[in-house]
């Protein structure tokens, strides 16, 4: 299967622990996108790249979010000190520079207890 | 504020029968509009798009169409299909800026 892969599929920590998800775009898809996804809502931007480089980050995403795509192939998106709030399911995508449409991941389920 | 919105959080349609999705959008810069479907644990699969200089794209079943000075859009799906059923998103982009702005999706139901 050569899609789109996100490791791992949930993730159950306590509040103040940090976690690290990782995702595996496609592999001639230069652009890589973070969302993140609640219950009855559309999947929210959070950053994304271009290569290995960060182009845009949003304005909602704390300063206890990090992302890294240190060679341009897979990426990490860290949360430190993990608040009740962040539960969601986080997904990634991917796509080629210039093309509109995104290839998603089937997300990582974070539950903070 | 929300700047892609999708009013119908569920809609429910007979096999066979057309099923319309609708989607209202707020900001002109947008110039590209995405529908996505996504099924349970899976993440969301690109359907159908159309550009802004369009007011209507065809792929199969699934006819989009766009009203620029409404600043609306519509997914048609005919006839529906019960593997039709999942939610569909909406999504809008600006030119080149990378990333997509999401409705909170419409679950579409199509009933044998």
């Known amino acids: 299967d050569t899609g789109v892969s996100q490791d791992p599929r949930h993730k159950i920590t306590k509040r103040g622990q940090n976690v690290t998800f990782r995702c595996d775009p496609i592999s001639e898809h230069n652009r890589l996108y973070w969302y993140r996804q609640t219950l009855g809502q559309g999947p929210e931007f959070l950053t994304y790249f271009q290569n290995e480089a960060q182009l845009e980050k949003s304005r909602l995403l704390s300063d206890r979010f990090s992302a890294e795509r240190p060679k341009g192939s897979f990426s990490t998106l860290e949360i430190q000190r993990t608040e009740q709030g962040d539960s969601a399911m986080y997904l990634c995508a991917s796509s080629l520079a210039g093309r509109y449409e995104q290839f998603f991941g089937p997300g990582t389920r974070l539950t903070v207890l | 504020d929300q700047q892609v919105k999708q009013n119908s959080p569920s809609l429910s349609v007979q096999e066979g029968r057309i099923s319309i999705l609708n989607c209202d959008y707020t900001?002109?810069?947008?110039?590209?509009f995405l529908w996505y479907k996504k099924y349970p644990a899976e993440g969301p699969t690109f359907l159908i798009s159309?550009?802004?200089?369009?007011d209507k794209n065809e792929d199969g079943r699934f006819t989009v169409f766009l009203n620029k000075s409404a600043k609306h859009l519509s997914l048609h799906i005919v006839p529906s299909q019960p593997g039709d059923s999942a939610v569909y998103f909406c999504?809008?982009?600006?030119?080149?800026?990378?990333?997509?702005?999401f409705g909170d999706g419409t679950t579409l139901t199509v009933k044998p």
């Open positions: 999504a809008a982009s600006a030119l080149e800026a990378g990333k997509s702005t």
């Open positions: 159309i550009s802004s200089i369009k």
């Open positions: 900001n002109s810069m947008f110039d590209y």
